[in-house]
């Protein structure tokens, strides 16, 4: 084959690998297009309309997102939502970093590995109604474990004070373990010399972890955290289950709250422009997250 014939036999395979290629990503072209795209898009047309179950949509303006501003309740729902999210977050990444680096160093059992992920197999309302009946304050065993050791009982899904605590420690527990697993993938990318070399220099394990796991670490906390931020944002079936957003407004988080504008108040167009903006805060989140843990590099380049 001359060199001449070269360029013209690659495009032509180019040609010929287009089609097929096309073809596997039409499907899930067509699914992202129905499902996510379009929606969206319309769900951006209707922030700016008073639609409602009552009839046809009216174009507002920005009428929408100045009541949004000025609603006392969304801005409570946004906090409520933001504390939810610190508590799930630093529970859960610092639980399953212990967990994900006590598996490399220790086992690598794919028994143990299949344990951790059974609570992220079962479904969001089974959770939360196993967990809602344990933590009952007359016949939970979780209470009655209490009062066995002088603790009076405690209304946890009852209380303004334990019941966003109580929500996010649940979850934590669900996610926890898939969420060490992902840690653990990252892990094995750290290559072992790394850490011989630093027994060597007479680092113990504390400082190996800190001064080696961690930085090499970066790019997949990044990503964990982007993702389990995002997840937690959207807090709603354990909420939904539970408490109903009470008592009062401590644990009506933000997703809740369009809900009950959209579902239960036919306020579409309020609702529309509440997610819209709660797109915009994330966005906005995992862009300066990304940036800040410098996700796009890595130590080991």
Do not use: C, E, H
């Given at each position: 084959m001359t060199t001449e014939t070269a360029p013209v036999l690659h495009k032509q395979q180019h040609k010929t690998d287009l089609v097929p290629a096309l073809l596997f990503i039409l499907p899930a072209t067509i699914g992202f297009v129905v499902f996510f795209a379009y929606p969206a898009l319309r769900g951006i047309y209707y922030s700016f309309t008073d639609y409602s179950l009552a009839g046809a949509p009216n174009l507002v303006g920005g009428d929408n997102y100045v009541q949004m501003v000025n609603d006392k309740t969304f801005w409570n729902a946004l906090l409520v939502t933001l504390e939810y999210v610190v508590i799930n977050i630093g529970s859960q990444t610092v639980v399953a970093l212990v967990i994900a680096v006590l598996?490399?160093?220790?086992?690598?059992?794919?028994?143990?590995?299949?344990?951790?992920?059974?609570?992220?197999?079962?479904?969001?309302?089974?959770?939360?109604?196993?967990?809602?009946?344990?933590?009952?304050?007359?016949?939970?065993?979780?209470?009655?474990?209490?009062?066995?050791?002088?603790?009076?009982?405690?209304?946890?899904?009852?209380?303004?004070?334990?019941?966003?605590?109580?929500?996010?420690?649940?979850n934590t527990w669900r996610y926890v373990g898939y969420t060490a697993l992902l840690i653990f993938a990252g892990l094995q990318t750290i290559p072992p010399q790394l850490y011989e070399a630093a027994a060597i220099d007479g680092a113990s394990e504390v400082q190996s972890f800190f001064r080696v796991t961690l930085p090499l670490l970066r790019p997949v906390l990044a990503l964990v955290m982007v993702v389990s931020i995002t997840g937690?944002?959207?807090?709603?079936?354990?909420?939904?289950?539970?408490?109903?957003?009470?008592?009062?407004?401590?644990?009506?988080?933000?997703?809740?709250?369009?809900?009950?504008?959209?579902?239960?108040?036919s306020h579409f167009g309020y609702a529309s422009a509440m997610t819209v903006a709660l797109f915009i805060i994330l966005g906005i989140f995992a862009y300066f997250q990304l940036r800040l843990m410098r996700a796009d590099q890595s130590d080991l380049d």
């Open positions: 598996m490399q160093r220790l086992t690598t059992s794919l028994l143990i590995r299949g344990v951790l992920l059974l609570p992220y197999l079962i479904a969001n309302v089974v959770v939360a109604i196993v967990w809602f009946w344990m933590a009952d304050k007359t016949l939970g065993i979780i209470n009655v474990g209490l009062q066995a050791v002088g603790i009076p009982p405690q209304a946890f899904f009852g209380s303004a004070a334990l019941s966003i605590p109580t929500i996010a420690l649940v937690s944002f959207q807090i709603f079936d354990t909420v939904s289950v539970t408490t109903r957003g009470g008592p009062g407004d401590a644990t009506r988080v933000i997703y809740y709250y369009i809900y009950q504008m959209a579902f239960q108040r």
